[in-house]
């Protein structure tokens, strides 16, 4: 049986996820979480199969959901299941250790069919993504999207900006000063050339690193 834990924000997505799984002979939905944070929490008391999870949440999100999980318990095998398919997400979540990435237009039998790769020790990733992974790697400096010169902590801080989250919120979550959060605020608007937060959410949306339906 593999016991399959789930981590998106939506419930919708999460009801959704669940029946297309709930009847799959030899899968098993043991848990879910609406963030990153109840997600590492869960995953210290208990130890799914595979995580499913979501980038784009509330909190840490998903690539320090999964760093987090992963230095607890390295046997746990995360596969990404988003809407984000631009570079650098799926390359940074990559190399943080996630084993399968897809997109959340995935068909129900691809899905099905990535976790059990994923489970049996093979990592996944939907043949767009890696296509886009692969160009990356070969030409780094051929991309046009600028979020790609950023640094995990960078990116991670971006990424709670965009979604409307106070300096405060952040340094709390992320056990940083309130200083140490302005500063790489400040980081990132001289690498990404701009001048404030709103700026900044115009640029993720722009370059597909934000859902502009969860704004």
């Not at 008391?45 to 840490?60: Q, T, Y």
Request: proline share 4%; glycine share 6%; hydrophobic share 40%.
């Amino acid at each position: 049986m593999i016991n399959v834990f789930l981590v998106d924000d939506h419930e919708l997505v999460r009801t959704g996820i669940r029946r297309i799984l709930e009847d799959v002979r030899g899968i098993k939905i043991v848990g879910e979480a609406d963030c990153g944070e109840a997600a590492v929490k869960w995953c210290r008391a208990h130890e799914p199969d595979i995580v499913l999870m979501d980038m784009d949440m509330p909190g840490i999100g998903g690539i320090e959901a999964t760093k987090k999980i992963l230095r607890y318990n390295p046997d746990i095998k995360i596969m990404v299941l988003t809407i984000h398919t631009e570079d650098p997400l799926p390359s940074k979540v990559m190399q943080a250790g996630a084993f399968g990435y897809l997109s959340k237009n995935a068909g129900h039998d691809e899905v099905i069919n990535a976790i059990r790769q994923v489970n049996s020790g093979q990592r996944y990733i939907a043949s767009d993504i890696a296509q886009q992974i692969a160009l990356y790697r070969i030409a780094p400096g051929a991309s046009e999207n600028p979020f790609h010169d950023l640094s995990d902590r960078e990116l991670q801080i971006m990424m709670m900006i965009t979604k409307g989250e106070k300096v405060q919120d952040i340094s709390e979550r992320l056990n940083l000063s309130p200083k140490t959060v302005n500063s790489y605020r400040y980081r990132l608007f001289n690498k990404l050339d701009i001048n404030g937060d709103v700026e900044l959410t115009h640029l993720a949306i722009r370059h597909g690193m934000l859902d502009s339906s969860k704004l």
